[in-house]
């Protein structure tokens, strides 16, 4: 209940301040049209100021509904084919691979029951993290693959998806999945630190679950579960709520 009354705090306050911030937006560029010579160097710094931190808001509460839209949003569940879904999500990132001269190889990826928008926005987060968090000067290598796994209620898959990228100590393996804690600097990489905070209620709202090993001298791999078929297509929801997900073995 507690779970479920935050994820309604956050899709009604970030409705209610997206007004607010565009008249915020709004008026500060019309500031700028219009009285721009008249505020001189130091109060175009301000306005400057004060419009890149309306961005960022900006792009805090799309995050944040996009977190709370996991629930709210969510489609039935039907037979989807992950590979299909790699493939859609490595044509829309085709420009960002081509610029850093990434290889992203994907092997044999299975059909299962799941929410197709969903799967494409866990992939495009965790292809997104691994293309992101390279190391300078390092083209990116991208290893997505599969394996069956016997899970609680059945078949079940575990996917991972491995980078050569700047890894992270052991330590912080749990923290990256809350919502807005971030490992890096915002000038260091771009970002509010939602995606694995989705990524998670993702894996968990289908009955799965999501963890990460990483090695900053290696990189990171991602893994995450998913039941083969969902029982009469039941949203697990409930089963996230009270943490009865398909366990995952770390070893």
Do not use: W
């Amino acid at each position: 209940a507690s779970n479920r009354e935050l994820t309604d705090f956050a899709y009604v306050a970030s409705h209610d301040l997206q007004e607010p911030l565009r008249k915020v937006t709004a008026f500060g560029e019309r500031l700028r049209v219009k009285c721009g010579d008249a505020l001189g160097e130091r109060g175009m710094n301000y306005l400057d100021r004060m419009q890149n931190a309306a961005e960022r808001m900006q792009i805090l509460i799309n995050d944040l509904l996009q977190y709370s839209r996991v629930t709210t949003k969510a489609q039935p569940f039907a037979q989807v084919n992950l590979a299909d879904v790699a493939s859609e999500v490595l044509e829309d990132l085709e420009v960002r691979v081509a610029e850093l001269h990434a290889t992203v190889h994907v092997d044999n990826l299975p059909s299962l029951d799941a929410d197709k928008l969903q799967m494409r926005q866990l992939f495009q987060n965790l292809i997104g993290n691994a293309l992101k968090f390279h190391r300078p000067d390092v083209p990116p290598q991208v290893h997505i693959c599969s394996e069956k796994i016997d899970g609680d209620c059945g078949d079940a898959f575990k996917i991972s998806i491995k980078d050569n990228g700047i890894g992270f100590e052991a330590e912080y393996a749990e923290r990256i999945f809350e919502v807005f804690q971030r490992l890096h600097g915002r000038g260091e990489y771009e970002g509010t630190g939602v995606g694995l905070a989705i990524c998670r209620k993702i894996a968990r709202r289908h009955g799965g679950d999501i963890f990460a090993k990483g090695d900053p001298a290696r990189g990171t791999t991602f893994y995450f579960t998913l039941p083969a078929h969902q029982a009469d297509g039941t949203d697990q929801s409930a089963v996230e709520e009270h943490g009865e997900n398909l366990s995952l073995k770390r070893e």
